[in-house]
């Protein structure tokens, strides 16, 4: 699969009462938040469909080609680039550090709490604040580690590390044997067409600035190249750009990143703090709860700079928000208002419904209702060849379940009962079974030893523990 962005009126244009809405929500986050200039965005399914921007650069307000520092937005593209290391065999998540980078003195850490944030890392490195000062002062990977980088034990709790990703971009750069930039440049943003997502600066591109916090008045913020640091916060890029890019992982591209891997990244794999369980952390994403919608992306913030995309999977939404001042507007808010916004005044209409294309008759006799114990579940065909398990009253564990590879004929079954494998929920990942009796007939299922049989503990010897043999009373 490819990702692109176009701007197509005809594919996926909004109502003139949206547009005034999303423009109603930059506009309210400029003036309350104070900042010089701000700009957002929205692609829905790959096109382009909103943009505007508030506040003056050189005169005009900022469109969605104009650049901005992103900050740690940049991680989502470190862990893309570590990703496709592991896609190829040159790594493992599982990894210590110090199988790849070693001497750190952090080499116990694997690459997937790194990619996490469950490490244990400090926040930030050690000596003046990193973001406001060269990377010059800090050259080497010891410099921004220090005496004692680990406040927290591996892998028991999300603790947001910057220096992580810096390790992260220096295994990067081993393996690939070039700068963590010219990698990035060549892997992911030439393939999917960040012609405006750079390292450094280029114009048009907005000025960073702070706003003093009891007057109307502004202090230039001065851009400072992060040395080894980069991979956590370097990087430039524009609404339009990165509206692009959230295509990409809500889609995958074949030529970055597949499908199965970006979704990969977007599972949870770290739990959230406890005071906001409506968030986490995938593999270099942020995850949060809006209201009905699940997001997914990053926030980044430099000096002058603050930055956010949001995306959501089953509306197709991206939406971005991009302002030039140190504190002020609210820009995660911002960014996940343009998402919801969309999402609620013009929801995805469904797929229409289409009956399956090959229709087996004998798997008819599957479906319909089971018991596991005295639980009620209902059992579906569905169009795309696979079947879904779900509770028919109260709660229960539901799943969605395919046809594994090579699922069928194992143990002497027919292989009209290929096994199958569970999609989501707390079978994902479990293998569903049919089970038939010696005349062929349906004895039960078994899922992931779980059985399931027609009648609620059916009087036969499939159930585990056996029945009372007086029966029901």
């Not at 909103?50 to 050189?58: A, H, I, K, T, V």
């Not at 959230?246 to 970006?262: K, M, N």
Request: proline share 8%; hydrophobic share 40%; charged share 20%.
């Amino acid at each position: 699969m490819t990702s692109s962005l176009e701007t197509d009126p005809a594919a996926g244009d909004l109502l003139p009462t949206t547009r005034r809405a999303l423009l109603h929500r930059v506009a309210v986050g400029q003036s309350q938040g104070r900042a010089p200039s701000l700009v957002g965005a929205v692609a829905r399914d790959g096109h382009l469909v909103w943009e505007g921007g508030r506040g003056s650069l050189d005169g005009h307000p900022p469109d969605a080609a104009t650049q901005f520092r992103i900050g740690s937005i940049t991680k989502t593209f470190t862990a893309v680039l570590v990703m496709r290391l592991r896609d190829e065999g040159l790594l493992d998540l599982a990894d210590p550090l110090e199988k790849h980078l070693p001497g750190t003195g952090a080499g116990e850490l694997t690459l997937a709490q790194l990619l996490a944030h469950s490490s244990g890392l400090r926040a930030e490195p050690p000596g003046a604040w990193w973001e406001r000062v060269p990377g010059t002062l800090r050259p080497k990977i010891p410099d921004i580690l220090g005496d004692e980088p680990l406040l927290h034990p591996a892998g028991r709790r999300h603790h947001y590390s910057n220096p992580g990703y810096a390790l992260l971009g220096a295994v990067v750069e081993q393996l690939r044997g070039k700068p963590w930039a010219q990698a990035l440049r060549e892997e992911v943003l030439v393939p999917l067409s960040l012609g405006r997502t750079t390292a450094e600066p280029v114009a048009p591109r907005a000025e960073g600035w702070a706003v003093h916090p009891w007057a109307d008045a502004m202090l230039p913020e001065p851009p400072q190249d992060l040395g080894v640091m980069a991979p956590a916060g370097q990087l430039w890029s524009t609404a339009r750009d990165l509206c692009r890019f959230g295509g990409f992982l809500l889609r995958g591209d074949d030529r970055v990143l597949s499908a199965e891997t970006v979704a990969e990244m977007r599972r949870p794999s770290a739990p959230p703090e406890p005071d906001d369980w409506a968030g986490g952390y995938g593999l270099g994403l942020q995850l949060a709860q809006r209201g009905r919608l699940s997001l997914l992306g990053h926030t980044g913030s430099l000096p002058g700079f603050l930055a956010c995309l949001w995306a959501n999977a089953e509306e197709g939404l991206v939406g971005v928000a991009l302002a030039n001042a140190t504190s002020g507007p609210a820009i995660g808010g911002i960014a996940a208002d343009l998402v919801t916004l969309v999402a609620d005044a013009e929801p995805r209409l469904p797929e229409p419904w289409r009956p399956m294309e090959a229709f087996d008759q004998g798997l008819l006799e599957i479906a319909g209702q089971w018991y596991w114990g005295t639980n009620a579940y209902g059992l579906k065909l569905v169009s795309d060849g696979g079947v879904e398990l779900y509770p028919l009253s109260g709660n229960g564990r539901g799943s969605r379940f395919v046809v594994e590879e090579g699922g069928g004929g194992e143990g002497g079954r027919p292989a009209v009962d290929p096994s199958r494998r569970g999609l989501d929920g707390y079978y994902a990942g479990e293998t569903l079974r049919v089970v038939r009796r010696a005349d062929g007939s349906v004895s039960h299922l078994d899922l992931g030893t779980f059985v399931l049989t027609r009648q609620p503990y059916d009087p036969v010897d499939v159930v585990p523990g056996g029945v009372d043999a007086e029966g029901w009373r």
